[in-house]
């Protein structure tokens, strides 16, 4: 089945990534980091599959790690001295904070691959189309320019094989003399391809006022509902981060405080909202299904 959340109204998708995105940055709880991290690597498992699950554990996890090894080597901070490297202290306090910040990391880059397979080009035209066309424009050639790059540079590098010119075959000089040639070739069809499109939107009167444009998106009773509940959670969390309901102190020594566990419940929510309307909207299809 599709992604359920995918289906809403751009604005939708576009609020809820904002909110989760920078939630995960500004909070370094640990309750709050697992939940954004179980939240995202769920969602983007959903999305992706297998292949995604294969990406984290190549990419994802050792980059993880490796913030959370080096934070301790430059942060000195803390009280708690649990050895030396090169006579500078490594302190407990300092991993524990290493450990969190490769968490936030790994979970926003999850949040970030969500976002490119929810957030299509059409979507990011519709909403920013008429407030900023250039901007929107640009963003929809980047958001674009990766999965075409890869396909290009594949077709390019079979045909370069064909003559003879693989990056694998011959002495280092001519590999790194064919790799060169097919790195031209690729950043002369990108920049072919951009001026292209920026001319073929221009001579379609792209950005212009008063140009009317189709769009398949309607704001109906489902996505006011959607945006209802999305603008209660949003605001409950801040209010809980205003009013210091939870909170974490890594420096000089630990200190975690969660006056109201209530709100865990809520981010919990906002997290995993994705993930929840699949899992209804499979439910419901199995109960049609049993029903024909």
Same mark, same amino acid.
Request: aromatic share 12%.
């Given at each position: 089945m599709k992604d359920t959340f995918a289906t809403y109204h751009p604005i939708i998708n576009f609020?809820?990534?904002?909110?989760?995105?920078?939630?995960?940055? #500004?909070?370094l709880h640990p309750i709050f980091l697992a939940i954004t991290i179980a939240g995202s690597l769920t969602y983007s498992i959903s999305l992706n599959g297998r292949k995604g699950l294969r990406q984290i554990a190549i990419y994802l996890v050792p980059m993880m790690i490796l913030a959370a090894l080096i934070n301790p080597l430059f942060n000195h901070r803390g009280v708690?001295?649990?050895?030396?490297?090169?006579?500078? =202290? %490594? &302190?407990?306090? !300092?991993?524990?904070? $290493?450990?969190?910040? $490769?968490?936030?990391?790994?979970?926003? %880059?999850l949040w970030f691959s969500c976002f490119y397979s929810v957030f &299509? &080009?059409?979507?990011? &035209?519709?909403?920013? $189309?008429?407030?900023? =066309?250039?901007? !929107?424009?640009? #963003?929809?050639?980047?958001?674009?320019?990766? =999965?075409?790059?890869k396909t290009q540079l594949r077709i390019i590098t079979n045909g370069q094989k064909c003559l003879?010119?693989?990056?694998?075959?011959?002495?280092?000089?001519?590999?790194?003399?064919?790799?060169?040639? %097919?790195?031209?070739?690729?950043?002369?069809?990108?920049?072919?391809?951009s001026i292209e499109t920026a001319d073929s939107m221009k001579s379609r009167g792209y950005g212009l006022p008063g140009r009317t444009s189709f769009s398949i998106?309607?704001?109906?009773?489902?996505?006011?509902?959607?945006?209802?509940?999305?603008?209660?959670?949003?605001?409950? %969390? !801040?209010? $809980?981060? #205003?009013?210091?309901w939870y909170q974490i102190q890594y420096f000089p020594s630990i200190k975690v405080k969660y006056d109201k566990p209530a709100i865990f419940a809520i981010y919990f929510a906002l997290c995993f909202a994705p993930t929840f309307l699949n899992i209804w909207e499979a439910i419901k299809w199995k109960r049609l299904k049993s029903k024909i």
């Open positions: 609020i809820y990534f904002c909110a989760v995105i920078v939630l995960s940055m #500004l909070f708690t001295i649990i050895g030396y490297f090169n006579n500078n =202290p %490594i &302190t407990l306090e !300092s991993i524990y904070y $290493g450990i969190a910040v $490769g968490i936030m990391f790994g979970s926003v %880059i &299509t &080009t059409d979507k990011l &035209t519709y909403l920013f $189309g008429r407030v900023a =066309p250039s901007l !929107s424009l640009i #963003l929809s050639m980047v958001l674009r320019f990766v =999965p075409r790059f003879g010119r693989n990056v694998t075959d011959g002495t280092v000089g001519q590999r790194v003399k064919n790799g060169i040639k %097919i790195l031209s070739i690729m950043i002369s069809w990108a920049l072919e391809n998106y309607r704001f109906d009773a489902r996505d006011k509902i959607a945006l209802l509940v999305l603008i209660i959670l949003i605001v409950l %969390i !801040s209010y $809980g981060a #205003l009013m210091d």
